[in-house]
């Protein structure tokens, strides 16, 4: 394997795959895996989980950044930006199901080829309530693709709980090109399945409320 895929366009490219991960130790090894057949350099940034998360991620052969504290989807997001000097990124959560490398190259492709500045994956066939939910809102997707230095330069971006929506933001205010792609049979380990049913609806409707208001949010900042 080599240490990095190598684009026909830019044969000197670099490319990392992100994966952001709290408290996901029966899931993150899977998904990193599949990114391992993508590229070598995988790291996943545990964010403050206090399960085995980060064992688990360095066994299955990614580089691993530790959190202290869990600050949220977005402080590891860009500790795991910050450690790679990849020109590309792909972005995975770390509960996905039936990924395959294919799926990464999907997202990859267009952004690579100078077609777009962002990809976002959108669940197509992994079940229903992954999909209804991704469909849904496809612009909160955690899959996505793009150069580095343009993600480097999302406003606030390691300050947000989730930063799928100052992503978005960003996405209009510069006028960067993107688009939704399709992942087939993709799907996401539910909350609920993973914390129980009352833990998982609880932190699912913080999830929400914070993504939702984000503009408010940002507005009095």
């Known amino acids: ?42 790291i996943v ?5 206090s399960d085995g998360t980060a064992q688990v991620a360095r066994q299955a052969g990614a580089a691993v950044v530790e959190l202290p504290e869990n600050g949220g989807k977005g402080a590891a997001l860009r500790a795991a930006l910050d450690a790679t000097q990849a020109e590309f990124v792909v ?11 294919a799926h990464l190259q999907t997202l990859l492709d ?8 962002m990809s976002i994956g959108v669940f197509e066939g992994g079940g229903f309530v992954t999909d209804w939910g991704n469909k849904l809102t496809p612009h909160l997707s955690g899959q996505r693709a793009c150069r580095r230095d343009w993600l480097l330069g999302v406003p606030g971006l390691g300050e947000e709980r989730w930063p799928e929506p100052a992503i978005t933001q960003h996405l209009k205010v510069t006028g960067a090109r ?44």
């Open 178 to 221: 993107w688009a939704y792609v399709d992942l087939p049979n993709v799907a996401q380990v539910v909350k609920e399945k993973k914390r129980g049913f009352w833990r998982g609806a609880t932190a699912r409707t913080r999830m929400y409320v914070s993504l939702l208001t984000y503009g408010v949010r940002r507005r009095k900042s």
């Open 91 to 101: 972005m995975l959560d770390a509960d996905l199901t039936g990924l395959s490398a």
């Open 45 to 49: 940034a545990s964010d403050g989980s």
């Open 110 to 117: 267009p952004v690579q080829a100078s077609t777009l500045d």
């Open 1 to 42: 394997m080599s240490a990095a895929i190598r684009s026909p366009l830019l044969p000197s490219a670099r490319v990392a795959v992100l994966i952001p991960a709290f408290n996901e130790q029966d899931t993150v090894a899977a998904v990193v895996e599949v990114a391992r057949q993508f590229t070598d350099e995988v």
